[in-house]
């Protein structure tokens, strides 16, 4: 939701997979369909999002420390909107620390990521900051319930934008 909650932004749906390596790596693949309010034009796009990413994260003690690196490439419909380049193309990099409480089923955790353009005709540079504090709960284990708070915060941009998101997802691992 934008404009005060009074109307709807977007919505996604991700479907990934990611493979354990060994005790530290992990790597995966995604693809999120995007519906999206563009605001500039005041319309609704399909926008189809692919990437992969590989993740090195350490236990000590009960914190876990990750680091996250994301490509990302974002299509979107050229016949609705006039884009400087399509697709966007992202390198996301995301520094996570979370921290297991003993006998209770909640993890929380805080992380930083950082957006940096790949394919800019303008020149790339990183645009975005995204901070996000939130708790995992441990339905099962293979069932989880993620709530969130992240704030989007624009840099190097003429009007930057900043953006509170309050969400929830879902997690399932087979």
């Given at each position: 939701m934008n404009q005060n909650?009074?109307?709807?932004?977007?919505?996604?749906?991700?479907l990934g997979g990611s493979y354990?390596?060994?005790?530290?790596?992990?790597?995966?693949?995604?693809?999120?369909?995007?519906?999206?309010?563009?605001?500039?034009?005041?319309?609704?796009?399909?926008?189809?999002?692919?990437?992969?990413?590989?993740?090195?994260?350490?236990?000590?003690?009960?914190?876990?420390?990750?680091?996250?690196?994301?490509?990302?490439n974002t299509y979107r419909d050229e016949d609705l909107g006039n884009y400087k380049y399509n697709p966007k193309m992202y390198l996301r990099s995301k520094l996570e620390v979370s921290f297991n409480i003993k006998k209770i089923p909640f993890n929380p955790y805080f992380s930083a990521e950082m957006h940096y353009q790949l394919n800019n005709p303008y020149?790339?540079?990183?645009?975005?900051?995204?901070?996000?504090?939130?708790?995992e709960y441990n339905i099962s284990k293979k069932f989880a319930i993620d709530l969130f708070?992240?704030?989007?915060?624009?840099?190097?941009?003429?009007?930057?934008?900043?953006?509170?998101?309050?969400g929830t997802m879902f997690k399932c691992r087979l």
């Open positions: 909650v009074t109307t709807f932004d977007r919505s996604l749906a991700t354990a390596l060994n005790k530290t790596f992990k790597a995966g693949l995604f693809y999120t369909y995007i519906y999206a309010n563009n605001q500039n034009d005041g319309y609704y796009e399909n926008r189809h999002r692919f990437g992969g990413w590989i993740q090195a994260a350490r236990k000590v003690n009960r914190f876990k420390i990750s680091l996250r690196e994301k490509f990302q020149g790339n540079y990183t645009d975005k900051w995204r901070y996000t504090a939130g708790t708070y992240r704030l989007d915060k624009e840099i190097n941009v003429t009007n930057p934008v900043n953006t509170s998101v309050i």
